[in-house]
Nanobody, 131 residues
Framework: QVQLVESGGGSVQTGASLRLSCSSP????????VAWFREAPGKGREAISC?????????FHVDSIQGRFTVYRDNAKNTVSLHLNTLRPEDTAIYYC???????????????????????WGQGTQVTVSS
């Protein structure tokens, strides 16, 4: 059951940028904390960042990302985006957004970086970076 929809992936060369988007046809993102994860072939799922209802960002990501990725949200458009800059071949992965209903929590709250803390997931969007 798809609850979130990712878009914006593609095949690019090293150094390029992409903007991934996450939206929901089912619920309002204003009530949700939304996180981004990625999963590369042969590797486990990695947590990147979470953005709270208030727009606070919790950074989970691995050291290799080093500030190249930034998450934004636009509640009016019901979207959360992940900007990927200066992409490298090792960034090749399927990127997923995930959400958790947190209206009953403080606006700055984000769940911890375990995927099990986020009940709603998208199907993922493929990012392929060639050298």
């Amino acid at each position: 059951q798809v609850q979130l929809v990712e878009s914006g992936g593609g095949s690019v060369q090293t150094g390029a940028s992409l903007r991934l988007s996450c939206s929901s046809p089912e619920f309002s993102f204003a009530d949700y904390a939304v996180a981004w994860f990625r999963e590369a072939p042969g590797k486990g799922r990695e947590a990147i960042s979470c953005i709270s209802r208030a727009g606070n960002i919790s950074t989970f990501h691995v050291d290799s990302i080093q500030g190249r990725f930034t998450v934004y949200r636009d509640n009016a458009k019901n979207t959360v985006s992940l900007h990927l800059n200066t992409l490298r071949p090792e960034d090749t992965a399927i990127y997923y957004c995930a959400g958790k209903f947190v209206r009953d929590r403080r606006p700055t709250y984000c769940p911890r970086d375990s995927g099990s803390n986020y009940p709603a997931w998208g199907q993922g969007t493929q990012v392929t970076v060639s050298s």
